[in-house]
DNA sequence: GACACTTCGTTGCGCAGGGCAAAAAAGTAG
DNA sequence: CTACTTTTTTGCCCTGCGCAACGAAGTGTC
């Protein structure tokens, strides 16, 4: 209702992007005037997302020294996420600078039961606060979960591998935590949190492409994450880009994620004899340690990726795309020839640096669910209400 | 620079949709306060944007009547429109709500000479509004045309059929004819055209897809079109949805637009003999005339096409897409199976009534035109200049 | 050391434009 | 004619930005 904020939200963005930073320069890049500027901070300061950094800037010999501004990380103020997975929930707590402050991983004890899965994330949440950074105040809670996720309801409407429905994710986590909680997709998640910190920070358009036992995508433009009428935009998943013989749940054959999902990737490596175990982690592993037949297949699989890379260059065109596939991360090979693929696939041939892998460690996960909360911080800075204590 | 008139832009565009309507309704409909609606209005009036409507609306029984405001149309101002094929040019002056109020065909005299070509439209237009619509003040021009278009800068990048390359068509004809120019591409004109005035009207995103001699598609969203980083948004042309076995100039096979391109399948109907010669009209006539095999024909391609569109609605999730394409258009089978072949293919599984044929007529191309202005128009109404004479 | 010079940041003022609330307008019902 | 309802307008205030003047914090020069 209240589009204010606009430029607060330009200022904060700027701070954020361009480190400490004088105010003229953030009078600069987001054209506004020096006294907007310097209104906004003083706001944004007193809501405590900025601070006056102390670390100075090069002298520049002449005029008066910056006094340079900062994402105020550190100080005060925290984001919680909660990424929800097949298997367990990664809890994190991260500064404004999407920095992993404390990270703690909870094993489902009961699948099926989600509110038990839901309840114990938050409890332990709250313990996670508690032990380790009980000074700091946190601002909210993300939530990234796999599956179709309505973000406007707060609902995880179908996690198929948990078998979860009309889950209502926030209001659950927000009854057992009184912070204001934000869910999303996985893969928004994940491109939110590229735009927001990782390699990509500087384009305004990005596209986010994530293989894992999953496939999805994620469209982000003019500073806007994309979810599409029904919360489903980015579904590569059954696009037919493998061979047609490799049957698909769906129905239908050769769909992206029956063919190049870890699991049905880790499988054709184990037929194939080229791996013991049908484990994806394991043929990376031998592919990184050397194995040709195991980098060979790596690379195959990277191919099909990056034939999606270039389908979705084609028809949104956007500054970059992100790549998360384990390959492209872990193997120069795959990098290459993902980009050696795109650059051959695509028709508006992008640049070389228009194709990125993910740029996060080990700690995405966390990152990205944190990511949906601080993504609205940064989108409306001064509607940070005050703080609410976490485990209310 | 100029982030006003926003408001006033929701105002125009309640009123468009909403075709003669009380300004408490505009109100409702925008959420602006009925103070601002008044004022808007005035200030639209005092441009000639908007009427006070004679026409009274239906009367509630009690209460102050409805002094409705509408888009005024056939009062004072026009909008011209260009669109630049392969054969001609279709030139046509529309009303504020796009309706044809004169049109007309220029064949070009030397399709390689670009500027005798844009020369002899922009002057044909000025005599077709001297003609017909002296007392009209045009506010503007839109062109569109086929290829690819840098819209920032108004250049026509490149048009592969008439083999123009970096031709300035915004300069050229702003100084033929003293008007403010914008320049689009053939799918992002159709895809405005389709939204502000066609059947589309009310849906916030949507996808067109256009299926002619060339495939293309263009993808609006949240009120905005979305051209991506190089203008190239939309290119659905060379996706692999044939069969491979159809070679395309671009160097693969089973591209999109090699196999249902109108010269394409009329080939392949006339290497058939259905039809004497190669030509989609005589196709789509033998199939409106009953002609089983032709009917079949036709239906196959609009198979493929749904396949496409299938695609746009999983990877976009729009509100609908709208198709243009020869059978889709004529044919009811041809429209049963793009909705039941999308509904089949498309994860999101679309309702039949986010598949649309396109709405116009014959005057399509001009409309599209116009629209490219139209839209700017609409998009920031206050900024409507003091109008300029044509021929100037 | 006083002063000029440069650049950065802040403050006062004006203006645009929206919301709120009161008032005016334009009809019906009785 | 009066009461009532709903639409539209008007007056007032508030937010938030730009502009321009001013204050601040350094260096360089004489």
Redesign the pocket.
């Known amino acids: 209702m209240n589009p ?5 939200a330009a200022v904060l963005g700027a701070v954020l992007r361009h480190g400490p930073v ?4 953030v009078a600069r890049l987001t ?12 706001a944004l300061a007193g809501l405590g997302l900025l601070t006056e950094s102390a670390g100075s800037l090069p ?11 900062d994402v105020a990380t550190g100080r005060r103020h925290l984001v919680a996420g909660i990424h929800i997975a097949h298997e367990h929930c990664t809890l994190a707590l991260l500064d404004l600078r999407g920095r992993v402050r404390a990270r703690l991983r909870v094993p489902h004890r009961d699948p099926d039961d989600h509110e038990d899965v839901l309840a114990t994330a938050a409890d332990r949440l709250v313990r996670l606060h508690a032990e380790h950074l009980p000074g700091h105040v946190p601002l909210g809670l993300g939530v990234a979960a796999g599956g179709w996720v309505d973000t406007e309801a707060g609902v995880l409407v179908e996690h198929a591998s948990l078998g979860w429905r009309d889950v209502p994710v926030r209001d659950l986590l927000a009854a057992r935590t009184g912070l204001p909680v934000l869910v999303d997709s996985h893969a928004r998640a994940l491109a939110r949190a590229e735009q927001l910190f990782g390699a990509a920070g500087h384009h305004q358009s990005l596209v986010h492409l994530f293989v894992g036992n999953v496939v999805d995508a994620a469209i982000i433009t003019g500073g806007g994450t994309h979810r599409g009428t029904r919360s489903a935009a980015g579904g590569v998943a059954h696009l037919a880009l493998g061979d047609p013989a490799i049957e698909c749940p769906c129905g239908r054959g050769g769909c992206l994620e029956a063919t190049v999902s870890d699991r049905a990737w880790a499988w054709r490596a184990h037929r194939a004899g080229v791996i013991a175990r049908p484990s994806i982690a394991d043929l990376g592993d031998a592919a990184a340690a050397g194995d040709a037949a195991a980098t060979a297949l790596m690379v195959d699989r990277t191919r099909i990726v990056a034939r999606a890379a270039a389908l979705l260059f084609d028809i949104v065109n956007p500054d970059v795309v992100v790549v998360t596939e384990l390959g492209v991360i872990r193997l120069p090979e795959c990098a290459d020839a993902l980009r050696a693929e795109v650059a051959a696939t695509s028709r508006v041939r992008p640049s070389p640096s228009a194709v990125l892998p993910s740029s996060f460690g080990p700690d995405v996960l966390g990152v990205a669910a944190g990511a949906v909360q601080l993504d609205a911080i940064y989108a409306d800075p ?1 509607n940070v209400r005050n703080p609410i204590r976490l485990g209310v």
């Open positions: 204010r904020g606009t430029a607060a004088a105010r003229t320069t054209g506004l005037s020096p006294a907007a500027v310097t209104r906004n901070c003083a002298y520049r010999g002449v005029g008066r020294p910056h006094s340079p501004v001064l």
